[in-house]
């Protein structure tokens, strides 16, 4: 069955640094998502892209977060300067078509550590 | 804004008993889902329900969409060790793409 995957599975990286976070969703999606759980809590929606652009945005999105794809497989997450609280798992994912909420198939995640 | 809730935040129940946990949304939902995030895990979409009332099975899963279209449940009957892990609904904003997600209910059995 296909996959979003997702690249590194776990990034450490100093306080004020830019990190990137990867990921390949499906094949056929259109849709594509990040999220982010802080550890034990709830998942909470950062991005929403499609059609090579930004579709909806969370409050926690602001301008040290950017996404891209920058070709046709990888979508990517960047936070330019990055904060103690930024540290939580990120998951990517994917649906086929978007719109009321369609089901969506997420990637293992990348655990983000700050120091 | 729009708030899903969830309850119980955990649950722990000897194996073979059942297990039910509780969503609700502040907002009429056009369809609710629901996800299965193992320890360690990620996510899993377990399934969706659309229509008021909607009842759905998954062998001892049992999904129910509210009348009102604003609450919903799982019901898990005779649970296994299988079944440990954290159960999420989510539901679309209005008009978007995005999900809103509950706070989960952590389900740990007692094997």
């Known amino acids: 069955e296909p996959e979003v995957t997702q690249t590194p599975s776990h990034q450490v990286t100093q306080m004020g640094q830019e990190v990137i976070l990867r990921c390949v969703p499906i094949s056929n999606h259109l849709y594509f998502y990040w999220y982010r759980q802080i550890l034990g809590q709830k998942v909470e929606f950062l991005v929403s892209f499609y059609n090579n652009e930004i579709s909806e945005k969370s409050e926690i999105f602001d301008d040290q977060f950017s996404v891209e794809r920058p070709d046709g497989s990888n979508f990517t997450l960047k936070i330019r300067s990055t904060k103690l609280e930024d540290s939580a798992m990120y998951f990517c994912a994917s649906s086929p078509q978007g719109g009321r909420g369609q089901p969506q198939h997420f990637g293992d995640g990348t655990r983000l550590s700050i120091l | 804004g729009q708030q899903v809730m969830q309850i119980p935040q955990y649950q722990h129940v000897q194996e073979g008993e059942d297990f039910t946990t509780y969503c609700n949304s502040s907002?009429?939902?056009?369809?609710i889902q629901w996800y299965k995030q193992r320890p360690g895990g990620h996510p899993v979409f377990l399934i969706q329900l659309v229509k008021s009332g909607e009842v759905k099975k998954q062998k001892r899963l049992t999904f129910q969409f509210g009348e009102a279209k604003k609450n919903s449940s799982l019901h898990i009957t005779a649970t296994q060790t299988t079944d440990v892990g954290t159960y999420f609904c989510?539901?679309?904003?209005?008009?978007?793409?995005?999900?809103?997600f509950g706070q989960g209910t952590r389900l740990t059995i007692n094997p």
């Open positions: 907002t009429t939902l056009s369809n």
């Open positions: 989510a539901g679309p904003l209005r008009g978007a793409q995005k999900l809103v």
